[in-house]
């Protein structure tokens, strides 16, 4: 039986594989991630065998031997920050920490999408009245703002945070988009013969609706880290998080020391972090705009 | 039409009530209160800290204390800043929320109209060079850092090339022995351009709605928008006004341009979707067959039809371009509500940034109610009577 299920699995994603390659924006993006996958992947091994930690730390490393901020040379290869860290050592090993941010706040919000959606939409009446109204009032929440009111009283460090964005963003909109698709699902045939074949609701949620539902949860995660890690870099540039090093947090370390005033001079400085954050961001949306194209069979060329 | 429009009321209502009430057990629940701010002075003894304990209703449940808080919003009682010490929180953010209110209503203008244009053009022309570049560059800025995109704006284009003001709302050396207050002439500007743009929006429907539509009307209806601003400018010559209000408004040309870049590429890309959508329809067809041409079919049939799920992403991206806002606000230093929000958070001001706070939600759901009323106007197909539209 799984064999069956596994082959059709696999033949399904090759399938939607082949509608998605056709999209050159999808696949430009699929190609930034895995460069950035790549340049994340290095840091673990750059720092074990090539850089010394004392020099190379991304926190608490420094270079006695040139002034600091220094423009690249061949030893700093993107230059030093104004405390005399690596600027591509930190920028390596904040790589991973925004996947992981992004993902794993990503998750979480679809998670708790997914199941608010196919539940409201399966069983209706007040669970759906009342989650669809506080969908509404998250939607109204000016999120930034708030957080960074919050933050500046509360320093949130790196999971909570993640978990905070996720969770406020799988209470919103979301789950009026997934309730729609859910409800789409819930009128068709086979789901009034499983309940005549005597499964339980809990059976046909899971069994029947949300794997009907999964594409577009998918779709909505891609766009989801883009909205996670720009929310990351903005509370970080405003020095509101406290998390010990990622994209934004470089651009906060120039523009507390004052390099960011001259702005041409210094552009080791910000530029790095800055297309760092723009790249990884417009390629996970991207890929959400290339999966687009495979769940909305309407938009795909004739 | 009446009924949708008091259940919509009394649902706003309700979502504010609900609103304020998360926005104060939230800042009730940070860690500190206002007298503990002054623990550390010596010189306030014992006694008066109780008085002012008194006096602030601190003494009282967090139920009173929230009820109190509620009652005192709804009749306009905001509390004292802290950090402007002697004005009134209401004073404050009634003098912010225009500024804020005009930023940000001339840029979701520009960036929707700029949005809308390019994505029909890059939907009729799908999978050509201008579909792969608009849609790259169009998602580069959307999700571009946009602290890091303002400064660089600022640095190319005030800093560098010196074409505009640097930052912030007027130039303090050209108002020193100004006439008139800032205000004012801020009032004057906003009055003025609202009627200048309601006369060339009339002038417009009279002349290619209502006349035929030839080449001579056009004419017509061009000389008299000139003709319009014209007298606008001329009237703002005469009253001297014309210099303070060329200060102010090109202190605003940068934020907005930065507004507009990074948020343009939504409605084009949505746009584009549902372009593509409609394009397959029949009646779209049927226009081909007929032989229009082909910029007629795409404005007018296809178009047409196409903006509407654009609105209502307008209005649901309302909230995040007050983010954005704050961001902007805070990057040009443009004394708005963002940065008012921003600035208290930072110095503690309790009073301030919960009034401020609270008002950004007051703001958002005017306007949404605005955003809901409008797209019920615009899409025939909508009934009063049920469900709002923006559902399912």
């Known amino acids: ?302 | 039409m009446r009924r949708y429009l008091l259940n919509r009321l009394g649902q706003v209502v309700l979502t504010l009530i609900i609103y304020i009430t998360l926005v104060y057990f939230l800042l009730q629940a940070m860690p500190g209160d206002i007298t503990q701010m002054y623990l550390a002075n010596p010189r306030i003894p014992q006694a008066a800290r109780e008085e002012l304990q008194k006096q602030l209703g601190l003494d009282q449940g967090v139920v009173m204390q929230y009820l109190n808080y509620l009652k005192n919003f709804f009749s306009g009682e905001l509390g004292v800043s802290f950090s402007h010490y002697p004005r009134p929180v209401w004073d404050i953010l009634m003098e912010r929320l225009p500024r804020t209110f005009v930023l940000f209503l001339t840029a979701h203008v520009l960036s929707f109209y700029l949005g809308y244009l390019l994505g029909r053009i890059i939907a009729w022309r799908r999978g050509k060079v201008v579909d792969y570049a608009a849609t790259v560059v169009g998602i580069t800025f959307w999700t571009a850092f946009y602290p890091l995109l303002s400064l660089v704006l600022i640095w190319v284009f005030a800093y560098t090339l010196k074409l505009l003001p640097l930052n912030q709302f007027i130039e303090p050396r050209l108002w020193q022995g100004a006439p008139f207050p800032t205000n004012t002439v801020f009032g004057y500007m906003v009055y003025g351009g609202g009627a200048v743009a309601v006369g060339l929006f009339l002038v417009f429907y009279a002349f290619l709605r209502g006349l035929k539509r030839s080449r001579r009307n056009t004419a017509r209806a061009w000389l008299s928008a000139f003709a319009i601003i014209a007298v606008a400018l001329a009237v703002a010559w005469r009253t001297g006004l014309l210099v303070y209000i060329w200060d102010i408004a090109s202190h605003m040309i940068l934020p907005v341009c930065t507004l507009t870049l990074i948020s343009f590429a939504g409605t084009m890309l949505l746009m584009r979707d549902s372009m593509l959508e409609t394009v397959q329809e029949d009646y779209v067809m049927a226009a081909r067959a007929k032989g229009l041409p082909d910029t007629i079919v795409r404005d007018r049939y296809a178009a047409r039809t196409a903006m509407l799920p654009t609105v209502t992403s307008l209005v649901l991206s309302l909230a995040s371009s007050m983010s954005g806002g704050l961001v902007t606000e805070t990057m040009f230093s443009w004394p708005g509500l963002g940065q008012i929000l921003f600035h208290s958070a930072l110095a503690n001001d309790y009073p301030l940034a919960t009034g401020a706070l609270a008002f950004t939600g007051v703001f958002l759901l005017i306007a949404h109610f605005v955003a809901d009323i409008l797209y019920a106007v615009l899409d025939p197909r909508i009934t009063y009577a049920g469900q709002p539209a923006v559902e399912g």
């Open chain 1, 1 to 302: 039986m799984w064999k069956i299920r596994w082959k059709l699995t696999v033949r399904g994603l090759a399938q939607n594989w082949a509608v998605f390659r056709e999209s050159r924006v999808g696949m430009l993006g699929v190609v930034i991630i895995l460069l950035f996958g790549v340049f994340g992947a290095l840091w673990p091994i750059m720092i074990n065998t090539v850089w010394d930690p004392l020099v190379y730390h991304p926190v608490v490393g420094f270079d006695p031997m040139v002034l600091h901020p220094s423009p690249p040379t061949r030893a700093h290869l993107l230059g030093t920050d104004p405390i005399g860290r690596d600027i591509l050592a930190q920028l390596m090993f904040s790589t991973g920490r925004e996947f992981l941010l992004g993902v794993l706040s990503a998750l979480i919000t679809v998670v708790i999408g997914t199941v608010i959606g196919t539940v409201a939409a399966y069983y209706g009446g007040f669970t759906d009245t009342f989650f669809m109204r506080v969908a509404d009032i998250m939607m109204l929440f000016p999120f930034i703002p708030l957080l960074v009111v919050v933050g500046s009283m509360v320093r949130l460090t790196f999971f909570p945070f993640a978990m905070i964005l996720g969770v406020l963003g799988g209470f919103g909109g979301i789950t009026i988009i997934l309730k729609a698709q859910a409800l789409s699902v819930k009128v068709r045939p086979y789901i009034d013969a499983a309940r005549v074949a005597g499964g339980s609701s809990f059976h046909i949620i899971r069994a029947h609706i949300i794997p009907n539902v999964l594409p577009l949860s998918f779709l909505y995660m891609m766009f989801n880290v883009t909205s996670a890690i720009l929310s990351e870099a903005t509370l970080s540039f405003f020095g509101v998080l406290n998390i010990d090093m990622s994209w934004g947090m470089m651009i906060h370390t120039a523009d507390v020391a004052g390099y960011l005033f001259d702005f041409g001079k210094y552009w080791w400085l910000w530029l790095p972090s800055g297309v760092a954050i723009t790249l990884f961001c417009a390629a996970f949306y991207m890929v959400g705009r290339g999966l687009d194209e495979v769940v909305n069979p309407r938009l795909r060329k004739r």
